[in-house]
C-alpha cells in the first residue's frame, strides 16, 4: 500500500491577529493515479457540501493561481489570510484505493487534523461517498480544535497604553487578544512612559492575564 504525505510544515505562518479563524484554504485535489477531470469536479462538490454544513469558510485558490508545491500554496493561503490549509488527496494507483485529509494551523505550522480512509474495490460512487465521510470527519475534528481557545489579556498603568504583539499594532489596554499557542513578544508604550517589552508563552486552550506597570520617562 502507498503511503499519502500529507506534510504541510510552514515556514511562512501567520500572525495571530491576521488570520481569520474560520477559513480555510482548499488548494486542488491532489490526485495519484489516473481519475478524470469530471471524477475530480464531482469530489470537489462533495467536499462544498460538507463544507457548507459547518462554520467554516472554504477559500479556493483565484483562478490564475496554480503552484506545483507546498509551499507556493502556503504563501497563496497567507495572502488570503486564511488560518488554515487542507490538503485533500487521492490515491487511486492501488486497487484499494486511499484518501486522506490534512489540516494545518498556519499561526504556528501545527498538523491538527489528519484522517485516512481505504476504499476497497472503489467505483465512483464509494469514492464520492467515502470523501464525502472523510471530509465530514475531518471537519468535526477541525470544530473541536478551533473550539479551544488561547488568550492574553494585558492591562496596564496607566490605562490606555499601545500594545504591540509580535511586531504587530494591536489596539490600547485594557485588551483581550486570542493568540496562537506558543512564544510571543508583547511591548507596552505610552506618552510620557518607558516602552516595557516582555516575552510570554501562552499555552493552548489557557487565557494569560498580565496587569503591567509602566515607568515614568525620566525627566532630562
Known amino acids: 500500500m502507498n ?35 469530471t471524477e475530480v469536479q464531482a469530489l470537489r462538490v462533495r467536499v462544498d457540501e460538507e463544507f457548507a454544513r459547518t462554520e467554516f469558510e472554504s477559500v479556493s485558490p483565484l483562478p490564475l493561481v496554480s503552484c506545483t508545491n507546498e509551499e507556493c500554496w502556503r504563501s497563496e493561503a497567507q495572502s488570503a489570510g486564511s488560518r488554515y490549509i487542507a490538503s485533500i488527496v487521492v490515491n487511486t494507483s492501488d486497487a484499494d484505493q486511499q484518501l486522506a485529509i490534512g489540516i494545518v494551523d498556519l499561526t504556528d505550522g501545527s498538523t491538527v487534523v489528519e484522517v485516512e480512509r481505504t476504499c476497497e474495490l472503489c467505483g465512483r460512487d464509494e469514492r464520492l461517498d467515502a470523501t464525502a465521510d472523510l471530509s465530514a470527519t475531518a471537519l468535526r475534528k477541525l470544530q473541536s480544535h478551533a473550539a479551544v481557545t488561547t488568550a492574553v489579556v494585558v492591562d496596564s498603568l496607566p490605562t490606555g497604553a499601545r500594545v504591540v504583539l509580535d511586531g504587530e499594532d494591536m489596539g490600547t489596554t485594557p485588551l483581550r487578544l486570542e493568540v496562537s499557542p506558543g512564544a510571543h513578544t508583547m511591548e507596552l508604550s505610552a506618552d510620557g512612559h518607558d516602552t516595557f517589552s516582555q516575552a510570554i508563552d501562552i499555552d493552548r486552550g489557557t487565557t494569560e492575564s498580565l496587569r503591567l506597570r509602566l515607568s515614568a520617562t525620566a525627566p532630562p
Not at 504525505?5 to 480555510?24: D, E, G, Q, R, Y
Open 3 to 37: 503511503t499519502v504525505s500529507l506534510a504541510l510544515v510552514s515556514s511562512l505562518l501567520l500572525s495571530p491577529a491576521s488570520a481569520a479563524p474560520k477559513s480555510v484554504y482548499r488548494p486542488p485535489i491532489s490526485v495519484v493515479g489516473e481519475l478524470s477531470e
